[in-house]
Structures are given as C-alpha cells and as structure tokens.
C-alpha cells in the first residue's frame, strides 16, 4: 500500500474529500456514474487473447479491481501493467462474472471502496421508482416486451389484458433497429417471426413497485450474495439488465400487471420498418386494429 497519491481530476479531489469526511453516501453516488480503469494485458490489448477479470482474493471473497483514473492504477501497479480500458459501472453490472465476486476501487489507496454485488447491482440499476425519484422531469418511461405470433393472437382475442415475465426498457434498445439484432440483443432469437419480423409490445406502466429489478441469481447462493430475491436459469446474470454484456438493457420482472390505455403492438420488419398493429382501448377493454397503409 502506497501512503501517498494525489488526485489526478477534480472529480477524484471530490471523492477524496467525501471519504476523509467519512460521507459515504456522496462518494457512493459519485462513484455510480464514474468511469473506472481496470488493468489489461498487452496481449489482450492487442487482441490477441481474450480480456480477463483483473482479479484478487482474500479470506473473504474474489474482487473485482478497479481504478477511478489510470493514475490512480498506475501508482498502485507501477510498471506492472500500462495498458487498461475504460468502463462504467453498469458496464460492470451487465457483464458481472458472478454475483458472489465483489468490487474494489482503487485497492490500496488510502481512499478505496469494498462494495459487494448487491451495491454494484443498485447503484447501476436503480428501480424504476428510484428512477423516477431522482429525475422526476423524466417521465413515466415506456416498456417493452417481445412477443411471439401466438402471444399476439391471445392478446387479440382474449379477456385478459395483462402481462407477466419479463419486459425492458424500450428507451434502452432505440438505437437497435432491426429485427435479428433486437432479438439477440435481449436473448430472444426464437422470437423472430418466420418473415424475419418481430412483434412487439408497448405500454405506459402504472404502479411501478409492481415492475420489480430482477437481483438474484442462478441459485440461491447467488440470489443471496447480491441480496436479490429470484433465481432463474441461465444465462441470468441478477444484476438487473438482460444478459448480454455488449449492451446495456434494463430489465424487470412483473406478475400479471394490467396493460394501459393506449398501449400498442408494433412489428419490426426484416428491412428495419416499424408498423403499429393494434391500440389498446382501455375503456372499451379492447384492441383496436390498425389496417396497414397501402403499399407499405
């Protein structure tokens, strides 16, 4: 352990400063939306093997180690490593290797942070009241579910009007505009229709308690270590985003949550079109088709 390091960024000045006032609250909001260094080899660098965990381990537990600037890494690992990449902590969190490892910042500066997988999953994926109550300007957020041609037809034709599983946030895939993409980014492939299409739904929620952050795990060790409450089958990560780690994809859990007025089914052509199919009239508890326009 080094006894002295100067901050290298105002940022890491604040950090500092939060911890020898031993605000711990400060210094875990800023270190939600930081970036952090985590060591690479040269050859992963380079691209000739593949990236690895920086990892150690004590009496308690592996943790993951990472570095709020390549100073910071640096004064700890000298010449040891001189090549890194730069991540966030919801990076972290859709990639996280398993729920039992926990975080270390800056390990072996006088300002460092022990956060187990629980903290990592919260501070990444906050839920969606949480959300809502820090950025209250930003509105009810729209979700989105994947739906196969005979979830379609039961919405249609059926009483019920409402849903269960698991959706996401649509904010979160609106850069993804074509069908095969989309679906393999949530790990739904088999839900591309046999025309290459995918259909969709859209809705307002209402009773955002009800659309739970899915912590938990593979089993219920796993499901503990991130103090979560649902174990699922692989390829469930826990932490709250679909298990992808090349994107960032909020997800939750519901249980027979009733649909909106003025939700809606679209589909995603092959060639990247969107059609919306079907409004749901609250009122009237019904769906309304929408005829295609011509020529489309």
Known sequence: MINVYNPSSPFEEQLWAAFEAGNTALCLSMLKDADFALPMSRAAFEGSEPI???????????WLAAYTSAEAMGAILGGHTEYFRITSMVELAAGWPDPRWGLAVNPGLPANFYLESGTVARLAVPTLVQDLTLA????????QK????????????????????????????SHIATPAVLAAALGQPDFVTPEGALNMLRWRPVGLDLYRTPYGGLDEERRDAVAGWVVEEPPFVGLGLVPNVDQVIREYKVYGVGLTHGAEIWELTHDGRQYRRAIYQGDLRQWLLVVRPEGS
Do not use: I, Q
């Open 146 to 173: 994947l739906l196969r041609l005979p979830d379609v037809h039961d919405l249609l034709v059926g009483d019920d009007s409402r849903v269960s599983g698991y959706c996401h946030h649509a904010l979160d895939v």
């Open 52 to 62: 690895t965990w920086p990892t150690f381990r004590d009496e308690e537990r592996t």
């Open 136 to 143: 209250p300007g930003s509105g009810v957020p729209v979700m």
